[in-house]
C-alpha cells in the first residue's frame, strides 16, 4: 500500500526516525509528492538504505534526537544539500510502558528524553531557518495515548500528552513567523516496533477498535503529507486523529476499578501489557545500535 499523493512540489522536509516503519512511511510520501526528504535516525544501515532506495530526492543523517549538536548537524547537512528546510517530521521515539506503580524513574526519564525533549530540541532548532525562508511545517508524532489517560503508559503517554501541549504552544508562538505546527496521534499501528508484539494487519484482527483492523504507516503518512502541504495552509495548533475511531473507544469498553475492560470485562488488547522487543530500550540513550529513535507506532506498549 502507498500513501494517497499529496503535493508537496518545492519543499524540504526533514523525517526523525525515518529509517523505516511510520517514519519511512512518511519519507516515501514527502518525495512520492514531488519533495525532497532528509531521514535521519540512529538506525545508519537502515536510514541510509531507505534514502537509496527514494533516489536523488533523498538524504540520510544520522541524528540521536536527544543530541543538540546532532540536531543542529542535520540541520546544516539539510541546508548544504538542498539549500533550505520547509518542513520537520517529529517522529522519531521509543514505545513500551508498565503500570504506574512499576515503572522505574531511570525508564520514565529515557522515554520522556526520547519522545518529549528530542522534540523541543527539534523544533527550537529548526525555527530561525524556517522563519528566514517566510515559514515552514512542524508535525509532531504524538499518539491516541496523548488524547486520553491509557494504562501501562506512564512514561509513552506522559511524553505524548507533553508534545501534544507543546505543540500547541509552537503554533501560538511561531504563527506570525508563518510556521504552523500539528500534531498527529495514531492509533494502534502495524511497524517493525509493534510486529513483535503479534500486531497484524487486516480486517477483524483488531476486534477491540471500532474500525475492527490495526492501520498502517501509509494511512498515518498520508495525514502527516497533508500538514505539510499547502492544503493545510490554515491550520496550526491542531491535533489530528488517525485511529480507526479509537478515540471513541469509551462506547465500547470502560474503566472500573481503576482498571479498563472490554464488552466481555477482559482488559482490551489495546491496554494489554507486551513484551518490549529486544534492544528496544537500550540503558544508554543514543548510544547502542538497538537504541529506538525509529518507527514511531503511535501506541503505548508496542
Same mark, same amino acid.
Request: hydrophobic share 45%; glycine share 18%; proline share 3%.
Given at each position: 500500500m502507498s500513501a494517497a499523493v499529496v503535493d508537496l512540489s518545492n519543499k524540504v522536509?526533514?523525517?526523525?526516525?525515518?529509517?523505516?516503519?511510520?517514519?519511512?512511511?512518511?519519507?516515501?510520501?514527502?518525495?512520492?509528492?514531488?519533495?525532497?526528504?532528509?531521514?535521519?535516525?540512529?538506525?545508519?544501515?537502515?536510514?541510509a538504505a531507505t534514502a537509496g532506495e527514494l533516489g536523488g530526492a533523498a538524504r540520510f543523517v544520522r541524528d540521536d534526537v536527544t543530541a543538540e549538536s546532532d540536531w543542529?548537524?542535520?540541520?546544516?547537512?539539510?541546508?548544504a544539500e538542498f539549500g533550505r528546510i520547509d518542513?520537520?517530521?517529529?517522529?522519531?521515539?521509543?514505545?513500551?510502558?508498565?503500570?504506574?506503580?512499576?515503572?522505574?524513574?531511570?525508564?520514565?526519564r529515557q522515554v520522556v528524553e526520547i519522545n518529549l525533549v528530542g522534540v523541543f530540541i527539534g523544533m527550537k532548532t529548526v525555527i530561525s531557518a524556517m522563519r528566514a525562508g517566510g515559514?515552514?511545517?512542524?508535525?509532531?508524532? !504524538?499518539?491516541?495515548?496523548?488524547?486520553?489517560?491509557?494504562?501501562?503508559?506512564?512514561?509513552?503517554?506522559?511524553?505524548?500528552?507533553?508534545?501534544?501541549?507543546? !505543540?500547541?504552544?509552537?503554533?501560538?508562538e511561531l504563527a506570525e513567523?508563518?510556521?504552523?505546527?500539528? !500534531?498527529?496521534?495514531?492509533?494502534?499501528?502495524?511497524?517493525p516496533m509493534t510486529a513483535p508484539v503479534g500486531i497484524r494487519t487486516g480486517e477483524g484482527n483488531y476486534p477491540g477498535a471500532p474500525m475492527g483492523r490495526v492501520g498502517v504507516p501509509e494511512e498515518i503518512a498520508a495525514a502527516v503529507a497533508f500538514?505539510? !502541504?499547502?492544503?493545510?495552509?490554515?491550520?496550526t495548533g491542531a491535533e489530528l486523529a488517525v485511529d480507526g475511531g479509537?478515540?471513541?473507544?469509551?462506547?465500547?469498553?470502560?474503566?472500573?476499578?481503576?482498571?479498563?475492560?472490554?464488552?466481555?470485562?477482559?482488559?482490551?488488547h489495546r491496554f494489554q501489557a507486551h513484551p518490549t522487543p529486544p534492544g528496544a530500550l537500550p540503558g544508554s540513550t543514543g548510544t547502542s545500535p538497538g537504541v529506538r529513535h525509529a518507527a514511531e507506532p503511535g501506541v503505548p506498549g508496542a
Open positions: 522536509v526533514l523525517v526523525t526516525g525515518g529509517a523505516r516503519g511510520l517514519g519511512g512511511a512518511v519519507a516515501r510520501a514527502v518525495v512520492d509528492g514531488g519533495d525532497r526528504v532528509v531521514v535521519t535516525d540512529v538506525l545508519e544501515e537502515e536510514g543542529q548537524a542535520a540541520l546544516d547537512f539539510t541546508g518542513g520537520l517530521v517529529n517522529n522519531a521515539g521509543i514505545s513500551a510502558g508498565q503500570l504506574l506503580e512499576h515503572e522505574t524513574v531511570e525508564h520514565f515559514g515552514g511545517s512542524v508535525v509532531n508524532v !504524538s499518539s491516541a495515548a496523548g488524547l486520553t489517560g491509557l494504562a501501562l503508559t506512564a512514561g509513552y503517554g506522559a511524553s505524548k500528552w507533553g508534545v501534544r501541549g507543546l !505543540s500547541k504552544i509552537g503554533a501560538v513567523a508563518r510556521i504552523r505546527v500539528n !500534531s498527529v496521534h495514531p492509533g494502534m499501528t502495524y511497524t500538514l505539510l !502541504s499547502d492544503a493545510a495552509a490554515y491550520m479509537d478515540d471513541g473507544r469509551a462506547a465500547h469498553g470502560a474503566v472500573t476499578a481503576g482498571r479498563p475492560t472490554g464488552p466481555a470485562g477482559r482488559m482490551p
